[in-house]
C-alpha cells in the first residue's frame, strides 16, 4: 500500500497537508543576491526541479505551490515528475495579476487568470502584492475582489488568497468571499510576518477555510526540525504547509521532519557532520558498567 502523507480537503479536493514549495527552485532565497543566482544556476532547467517534485509525490505529496506564470520552467518541470511517477500533481497557482481599475487591467487579469487554468492549476491564488492594492481597512473590504474571484471559477479553478496581510483572511471571512484558501507567512522567528507570532496563530486558528503556512523555517534561518515541528504543534489538522527544498534529498529530509512532527516522535535522520562527533552531539549518553 502506498505511503500517503496526512491529508485535508480544500475546496471539496483531497490535499496533502504538505505542499513543494518553489521559492528555492525560482530564485528567491530571502536571503542575498549571491544565493538567488546559486539558486538560478542549479535551477536553470526543468530537469533539476523534477527531481524534487519526483521526492515529494513519491511520498505522497502531489501537490505544489508556485508562481507559475513567473518561472515558466515550474510546468514542465511537473509534467515531467507526472511522467516519472504516474501520479498527477496539484497545482496552486499564484498568478500576478494587473488590478488597476479599468477595462484593459481587467481583460489583462483575466487572461492571467485564463492561462492558469491553461497549465492545469486546480487552485488559482492571486499573489499577495496584487491583492493587497485592493485592501481597504476603513470599510473592512477587499475592493473588487469578488471580480477576480468569479473570473477564477468560470475558468474552472477554485479561488484561494495569497494573504501575507492578516487583514486579508479577516476581512474575506467578514465579507464571505468566494474563498476556499488562504497563504499566511508563519514561522518561529516572525520572519516576513506583519504581526506578531501569536497574532497570526489566531488568524489560522480562527479562519473559516484552510490556511497554507509559508516559510516555516524563515527561509533557512531555522532548520527544519525546529521550524516544522513549531509550526505543525500551532495549527490546525485541516491546515497545511508549503517548504522549499534545494535539492532532492534536502525534500526526503524534509518530509521525515514533517512526519516526525505529525506523529510526535523523533525523526529518523542521521546526526549532522562534525569533525569530532561527540556523544552530546549524537544525543546519546555513554553507559558505564
Known amino acids: 500500500m502506498e505511503d500517503l502523507f496526512p491529508r485535508t480537503m480544500v475546496g471539496g479536493v483531497s490535499v496533502p497537508r504538505m505542499l513543494a514549495g518553489c521559492n528555492w527552485i525560482s530564485g528567491w532565497s ?32 502531489d501537490a505544489c505551490l508556485g508562481l507559475f506564470n513567473v518561472d ?13 511517477t504516474g501520479k498527477k500533481m496539484i497545482i496552486f497557482d499564484t498568478p500576478v495579476l ?47 475582489l469578488p471580480d477576480y474571484l468569479k473570473m477564477i471559477r468560470d475558468h474552472g479553478m477554485i479561488p484561494g488568497l495569497s494573504a501575507h496581510m492578516p ?30 507570532i501569536e497574532s497570526v496563530a489566531k488568524t489560522i486558528h480562527n479562519a473559516k477555510k484552510p490556511v497554507i503556512a509559508i516559510k ?7 532548520t527544519p526540525y525546529v521550524g516544522l515541528n513549531f509550526v505543525y504543534n500551532t ?15 534536502e525534500a526526503a529530509e524534509d518530509l521525515e521532519y514533517a512526519r516526525a512532527a505529525l506523529e510526535r516522535r523523533m ?4 546526526s549532522r557532520g ?16
Open 30 to 61: 530571502h536571503r542575498s543576491p549571491a544565493q538567488d543566482k546559486m539558486i538560478q544556476a542549479v535551477h536553470s532547467t526543468p530537469d533539476s526541479v523534477a527531481d524534487i517534485f519526483e521526492v515529494f509525490m513519491n511520498q505522497g505529496v
Open 167 to 196: 487583514e486579508i483572511v479577516h476581512y474575506s471571512d467578514e465579507n464571505e468571499y468566494d474563498v476556499e484558501t488562504y497563504i499566511q507567512i508563519y514561522n518561529c522567528m516572525g520572519f516576513l510576518m506583519q504581526v506578531e
Open 216 to 222: 516555516p523555517c524563515a527561509a533557512g534561518r531555522v
Open 267 to 270: 525523526p529518523e535522520i542521521a
Open 98 to 144: 494587473n488590478v488597476d481599475d479599468n477595462p484593459i487591467a481587467r481583460m489583462e487579469a483575466e487572461e492571467a487568470i485564463k492561462k492558469c487554468a491553461e497549465r492545469g492549476a486546480t487552485f488559482c491564488l492571486p499573489i499577495h502584492s496584487c491583492v493587497e492594492q485592493l485592501v481597504n481597512k476603513n470599510k473592512k473590504t477587499i475592493e473588487r
Open 235 to 249: 495549527i490546525r489538522d485541516i491546515d497545511m504547509v508549503a517548504i522549499g527544498c534545494f535539492k532532492p534529498f
Open 72 to 84: 515558466t520552467d515550474l510546468i514542465d518541470a511537473v509534467k515531467m515528475a507526472e511522467d516519472r
Open 274 to 289: 562534525s569533525p569530532v562527533v561527540t556523544p552530546a552531539i549524537e544525543g546519546k549518553i555513554n553507559h558505564h558498567d
